[in-house]
């Protein structure tokens, strides 16, 4: 009975972190998508400035205004459909695990440098 409630608790975890996963590239993509529209509407709103109320009229700087911001956009979409799936929460734990894996690895080397170095036999002996 002890057994089914430690795997219970387990999956409840893994379902747990699954949701929040989930909940949250679902909040990214929202944010995603209110950016668009954003810059959809912004767009249009700068054309209508530069054009219709003739502000800055003599050079259509709205061009370069809604480059910039497409470049914004694309860096945003990018990061999110993207690079997220790359690079998530199990690329981040298997970069974490190498890390340690290393840190590991050099303590190990130079706890060994210091075992050839200075014995525990030949410090204990009094000379």
């Not at 998508?33 to 959809?40: C, D, E, N, R």
């Not at 799936?85 to 590991?104: D, H, I, N, P, Y």
């Amino acid at each position: 009975m002890l057994s089914k409630n430690k795997n219970q608790a387990v999956i409840d975890l893994e379902q747990h972190e699954l949701l929040e996963t989930a909940q949250r590239r679902v909040k990214q993509k929202k944010r995603l998508f209110a950016h668009l529209v954003i810059f959809l509407i912004g767009s249009v709103f700068l054309v209508l400035i530069n054009k219709v109320l003739k502000f800055g009229a003599t050079y259509d700087w709205f061009i370069w205004a809604i480059t910039f911001w497409a470049f914004l956009f694309i860096l945003h979409a990018f990061n999110i459909l993207i690079t997220q799936r790359f690079m998530g929460k199990a690329w981040e734990r298997s970069q974490r695990e190498k890390l340690v894996a290393k840190q590991r690895a050099r303590i190990a080397e130079m706890q060994k440098e210091i075992d050839t170095d200075f014995p525990l036999s030949r410090i204990n002996k009094k000379e």
